[in-house]
């Protein structure tokens, strides 16, 4: 399913930063920017929302910790069972430097598939650029068409012209 987008494209960033201000206010919706580096203080521009990956972590740490604990539990308690030094064979506190180890293994291979597979970052995918100088000096808006209507591409076009876009096109990816 392909989209359009209008795109446009300046040289620096405060003009981007300005340009985006004014759409703001002019109540666009903005799709995303793109950037050779990152913008200090663009985030309020876009509708960037509060990530989950944090909640995705804590999920796969605690399933590393119980992964740990019945692994250790069954092992020492019930299958291989051993008496050194007198000790309990479930000795708890013998078991947090690896239960720590195999919680911080899983929350960190759990959060790099996760973003992997939301971000959809695939081996061999493609990449579809909006424009091909966006990697080197351009920083280019990118506002989806569905989201505007038809007249006022007009008017969104001329706002961003005022506000140092040095090109306005369409494209669709």
Known sequence: MKKRFLLGKFWNPDDTLSALGKLREEGVWIHDVYSP???????????????????AAFIYGCMGALTALLLMG??????????????????WPDFVPITF???????????????????????????????????????????????????DEGRISQLMNE???????????
């Open 101 to 151: 180890e195999l919680t911080v293994l899983f929350s960190a291979h759990g959060m790099v598939l996760t973003f992997l597979i939301v971000g959809q970052y695939w081996p061999g995918k493609k990449v579809q650029l909006m424009d091909e100088r966006q990697c080197d000096d351009v920083f280019v808006v990118a506002i989806d068409k569905e989201k505007i209507a038809p007249e």
């Open 37 to 55: 580096f990152p913008i200090h203080g663009i985030e309020p521009y876009l509708n960037i929302k509060r990530t989950r990956l944090t909640i």
């Open 163 to 173: 506000h140092g876009a040095f090109e306005i096109s369409e494209k669709e990816v």
């Open 74 to 91: 069954s092992i020492y308690g019930f299958i291989w069972p051993m008496d050194i030094g007198g000790k309990p064979s479930l000795a």
